[in-house]
């Protein structure tokens, strides 16, 4: 399958995990990285077989382990600079890492995967007897690659004698905007919530005339660009701002239905703006995906028992593999000068429209949505909901019944 094709099964399942989220958490900020799961979730393919990789696959819209390793190579290669300079005008850099129990080992083929397509850090521990000592070396690999958003990605109670695996990954991103919004224009206003209260939040206010944006039946679009200057990724956020203040639902139903929605819904032109007001927000979310991926047709991996994970290891002296859990916490933060963002996923396996009008107002002062994207390839980097710019800080978790506190 062409990578084209394949970058639109990825936005696409993107696009399934927000509808999923979104209605979950109705009451809450949201913000994560579809990226990371998905990549985490395509190397556990790799080293899968049996019913286990006939779900992941399903649910990952691929054919095979090769187009999933061929999607994550590309995004390795084209997307991500590890340790970019300290002054780019983009930071966007991308960490795999692995660390497995020293009673097993990977099969050659894995390990090949891991270093070659992944580009993955790898490292050998012993989760039974020195737990700390294993929870200090993932938790300083995140702080790392996360620019110390992440401190505590993992505690050493949440592993045990039967965990045999961790994969993880990490995105950090910073990026300041090609015009920025001036810090004494900012101003406290209403931003109307979902219950019909308001509260009194900043908004970011911009004189600037002309702004990619897009008037679509129901909804509006606006693209705000990052200055990247030489770089030759393109990265952006864009907001989609339901008319309805009490509308954000609907919008989200058709962005998860409607194959292709994002691509049909980007500014094409600059068109001339009237008021622009965004509101400041900073948040954090976290989530227990093992629930979401089951009531999406991803229950295999995380049953007992199986054999469907052998072929990734050379030990047959231990209980059975599975996946026992699959987590992911994310932060943001929009200001005047740009974005900062960050999150971390990791799996643990155990043993056993219509055209713009000449003029648009984008008054942000109700829910809506909001994603960064990478512009060449389409890859949707970050996606969350905004409900009230107030809440969520410090972080929210969402639990879902079943899961690990991190």
Known sequence: MEITKSMENQTAVSMTLTKYLLEKSKDSNVVFSPLLLQLVLSLVA?????????????FLKAESPDELNSVASHLVKYLFVDDPPSDAKLRLSLANGVWIDKSISFKPFFSKVVDDVYQGASDVVDFENEANEAAKKVNSWVKKKTNGLVKDAISPGSLDHDTKIIFANAIYFKGFWANKFDMLKTSKNDF???????????????????YRISAFDGFKVLELPYNTEADMRKVSMFFYLPDAKDGLSTLVDKLASEPGFIERHI???????????IPKF??????????????????????????DF?????????ELLYVSSVFQKSYIEVNESGTEACAYTRAR??????????????????????????????????????LNPLASWPPFYLDFGNSEKY
Request: aromatic share 8%; charged share 20%.
């Open 349 to 386: 396996l155990s043993g056993g429209g219509a055209p713009p009008v000449t003029k648009i107002d984008f008054i942000a002062d109700h829910p809506f949505l909001f994603l960064i994207r990478e512009n060449k390839t389409g890859v949707v980097l970050f996606i969350g909901q905004v």
């Open 282 to 307: 900073k948040m954090s979310f976290g989530f227990e995906a093992s629930e979401v991926l089951k009531e999406l047709g991803v229950s295999a991996p995380f049953i007992r028992g199986r054999r």
């Open 192 to 210: 109307h919530l979902l219950d019909d209260s308001s509260v009194r939040v900043p908004f970011m206010t911009s004189y600037i005339n002309y």
């Open 267 to 277: 500014p094409s032109d600059c068109e001339r703006v009237g008021k622009l007001q």
């Open 310 to 318: 052998d072929g990734m290891v050379n030990s047959q002296e231990i």
């Open 46 to 58: 790799a080293g899968a077989q049996g019913q286990s990789l006939e779900e992941l696959l399903s």
